[in-house]
């Protein structure tokens, strides 16, 4: 099996520069980033995330206050409720056994 012989490119790139290894790590030091901005634009980015998770614990812990609170009151009323109808119909019950 002969296979056609493939024509080389005219033009084939080369590396021309020679890179010195320790100007990489100067610039590397060069351009490191303040760490103090570096804070604050992290904290900037997760901040609308941490905003919505406060507000979802604060909703949570609300409801569960309200729950309870609701629980408790209507308790407290159902056995008011309760008390009132016993005593209507005692009291209406005793008005027709009167003479």
Do not use: C, G, Y
């Not at 790139?13 to 992290?42: C, F, G, H, M, Y």
């Not at 609300?62 to 609701?70: E, L, T, Y």
Request: proline content about 7%; glycine content about 0%.
């Amino acid at each position: 099996m002969n296979t056609p012989t493939r024509q080389l490119p005219r033009f084939i790139p080369t590396l021309t520069e020679v890179v010195d290894p320790s100007s990489l790590n100067s610039t590397a030091r060069q351009t490191k980033p303040d760490v103090e901005a570096l804070i604050e634009r992290v904290r900037q980015q997760i901040q609308p995330i941490f905003e919505r998770r406060l507000q979802e614990e604060f909703e949570r812990v609300i409801r569960m206050q309200v729950a309870k609170h609701w629980n408790d009151i209507s308790t407290k009323m159902q056995a008011e409720m309760d008390m009132f109808v016993r005593q209507a119909v005692i009291d209406s019950l005793d008005d027709q056994n009167a003479p």
